[in-house]
């Protein structure tokens, strides 16, 4: 496999977009000397093609898009394995939460699309329900990823074990869910939450 040059200029470093990934992380990348503990613990890194402390690098020399366009940033699990490893303090784990975040509002050059329409169907049905409705679930990610026909097998085996319901009962305290989406969204306008 061959690998694309990087080629560096002021045209291709965006540093409006790493102080956004700052500026939501509460972190600086420029803190990073690429000492690669973080990378060295981090139990997902065998599976991203930008390892943690190069998606750092890679935002040092301003080149988000490349991040963006991988899997690296889906495949993250959130231990903070990394950010607890870090000498310097640098926190990947929000790193890694930003740039997911700003991946989803650009709904960019993500490979793993299929992750954010899971991410916001899952929301949807919280937010309309009070709780998860998998057949609604299942059924809806599979038409709108156009996989209309997977886990057609597994369904009725699921319903008649019990373990999937056919039809589903919304929360009684669809009031209070409501307000609980109403204060993350006023504290994303804030710029206090992701």
């Given at each position: 496999?061959?690998?694309?040059?990087?080629?560096?200029s002021?045209?291709?470093?965006?540093?409006?977009f790493?102080?956004k990934?700052?500026?939501?992380?509460?972190?600086?990348?420029?803190?990073?000397?690429?000492?690669?503990?973080?990378?060295?613990?981090?139990p997902?890194?065998?599976f991203?093609e930008?390892?943690?402390?190069?998606v750092?690098?890679?935002?040092?020399?301003?080149?988000?898009?490349?991040?963006l366009?991988?899997?690296?940033i889906?495949?993250?699990?959130?231990c903070e394995?990394?950010?607890?490893?870090?000498?310097?303090?640098v926190?990947?784990?929000?790193?890694?939460?930003?740039?997911?975040?700003?991946?989803w509002?650009?709904?960019?050059?993500?490979?793993?699309?299929?992750?954010?329409?899971?991410?916001?169907?899952?929301?949807q049905?919280?937010?309309t329900?009070?709780?998860?409705?998998?057949?609604?679930?299942?059924?809806?990610f599979?038409?709108?990823?156009?996989?209309?026909?997977?886990?057609?097998?597994?369904?009725?085996?699921?319903?008649s074990?019990?373990?999937?319901?056919?039809?589903?009962?919304?929360?009684?305290?669809?009031?209070?869910?409501?307000?609980?989406?109403g204060?993350?969204?006023?504290?994303r306008?804030?710029?206090?939450?992701?």
């Open positions: 496999m061959k690998k694309k040059k990087m080629l560096l002021t045209e291709t470093m965006d540093v409006d790493v102080r990934v700052e500026a939501l992380s509460g972190t600086s990348v420029r803190r990073c000397f690429q000492c690669g503990k973080c990378s060295a613990g981090c997902m890194a065998t991203m930008h390892p943690p402390n190069r750092v690098r890679l935002l040092q020399l301003g080149q988000w898009q490349r991040i366009a991988g899997r690296s889906w495949y993250c699990a959130s394995t990394c950010s607890t490893r870090c000498p310097n303090k926190h990947l784990a929000s790193i890694m939460d930003a740039l997911r975040k700003l991946s509002d650009a709904e960019g050059p993500s490979k793993e699309s299929y992750v954010q329409l899971a991410n916001r169907l899952f929301l049905n919280i937010r329900y009070g709780r998860q409705y998998e057949m609604r679930l299942a059924a809806v599979n038409v709108k990823s156009g996989q209309f026909l997977k886990d057609l097998m597994l369904g009725p085996k699921l319903i074990k019990g373990k999937l319901k056919m039809f589903h009962q919304k929360n009684k305290n669809m009031t209070e869910i409501e307000k609980i989406f204060r993350i969204e006023e504290m306008k804030n710029g206090e939450a992701l």
